[in-house]
């Protein structure tokens, strides 16, 4: 006489035991994944899909369902007319001539795009009427002069300080502290240093540092830095002392 307990699960396709007549799965897990693996059609296009009975899925796509909830809140269809009326002129979907279209003609599908796309701005620049309006009439380019030149003052101040930060760790109150102490003078050939932006037009002092250690020395002219510093360490300054201090004169030899 044959085992009525011997089944096929619905799920896993493999024999198993029943311990009762209405079981249909090996176990729980199989029968969770059955239940979460039935082929449902999407209210809005009608194509085929994987749904879930727990989730209460009723659209194939993200862009199914936000389209959907969008008619829905906007008044424009009601949750059971979906799939069924046209969302712009409320006619029935059913003479529609490509079955995956939502909308029931060519003309109301793009009277709806025309509809949901983004509003330009219309405004034109007076400065260039070809351009767009950023600000005040005027285009980007131009605007952005404008503000140039109106916070030039405030641009380099960022700016310089950015860059003394970046290159040698100290901020532009810290320079004012060393040309302070220096007293305006470069301790390398004794003469005055200038400041950022002097009104005769020369460059400001150079900041001297070490690059090995990043110790920063102090302000010296930017030819004092480059020709006395840069390429000497104390052992050649301490030669080159003792060279300039010899008593030793070609002439004698």
């Not at 209405?22 to 194509?47: M, P, V």
Request: aromatic share 6%.
């Amino acid at each position: 006489m044959p085992n009525l307990n011997y089944r096929v699960c619905l799920n896993c396709e493999q024999e198993f035991t029943a311990n009762s007549a209405t079981q249909k799965f090996c176990d729980r897990h199989c029968g969770r994944a059955y239940r979460d693996k039935i082929l449902n059609n999407c209210k809005l296009c009608g194509e085929p899909f994987i749904g879930s009975v727990s989730h209460n899925t009723n659209y194939c796509s993200q862009s199914c369902a936000s389209k959907a909830n969008n008619w829905i809140h906007s008044g424009r269809l009601k949750e059971f007319e979906i799939g069924i009326l046209c969302p712009e002129c409320r006619k029935p979907l059913e003479h529609r001539s490509n079955r995956k279209s939502l909308f029931c003609s060519h003309s109301c599908a793009a009277t709806a795009n025309a509809r949901s796309a983004p509003a330009r701005s219309k405004a034109m620049a007076i400065c260039h009427p070809e351009r767009h309006n950023v600000s005040n009439g005027l285009c980007q380019q131009c605007w952005a002069k404008k503000y140039n030149v109106e916070n030039k003052e405030r641009l380099q101040i960022t700016s310089r300080d950015l860059r003394l930060r970046k290159r040698f760790g100290i901020t532009t109150e810290q320079w004012d502290l060393l040309f302070e102490q220096q007293k305006g003078l470069c301790p390398i050939c004794l003469k005055p240093i200038l400041k950022p932006n002097d009104p005769s037009g020369k460059r400001a002092a150079a900041v001297d540092h070490d690059h090995k250690t990043g110790r920063v020395r102090g302000l010296v002219h930017d030819r004092c830095n480059r020709f006395f510093i840069s390429n000497n360490t104390i052992e050649t300054a301490e030669r080159l002392v003792a060279y300039l201090k010899s008593t030793l004169d070609g002439r004698d030899l």
